[in-house]
């Protein structure tokens, strides 16, 4: 033991002041903790900061629905609103004639492109 701990207090490095010898190595581990904050920095700005925006425009979007409103769901489907049960949080989708589905109003992805605007986007 005595002897890991000789070999430990040699390798140490020795500057002969005690100061500078300990502000190098502040400042060096500070320049070694740089690359992971900026890694962070870098991830909130691509990842986070979008995904809060998108997700303020989704809450923004299932507030401002209205009944006739053409919707598609995240299951892919499309129908149009008929009504609203806000005590369960439901929303009612005409799917076609006679066809009516009660779902989640947050599984309403976005609403539906009018057919005038997706006939210009083809052409």
Do not use: C, H, W
Request: glycine share 10%; proline share 2%; aromatic share 6%.
């Amino acid at each position: 033991m005595e002897n890991l701990m000789q070999f430990a207090m040699s390798a140490a490095p020795n500057s002969g002041d005690g100061n500078s010898g300990g502000a190098a190595n502040s400042a060096s581990g500070l320049m070694s903790l740089m690359p992971l904050v900026l890694i962070f920095v870098l991830f909130y700005v691509l990842f986070i900061l979008p995904q809060r925006k998108k997700q303020k425009q989704q809450l923004e979007l299932l507030k401002t629905l209205k009944k006739g409103d053409e919707v598609m769901t995240t299951g892919g489907m499309f129908g149009t609103i008929s009504g609203f049960n806000d005590r369960e949080n439901t929303v009612y989708l005409k799917m076609g004639e006679g066809v009516k589905i009660e779902i989640q109003r947050n599984s309403i992805s976005g609403l539906r492109a009018s057919s005038t605007a997706s006939q210009a986007q083809v052409k």
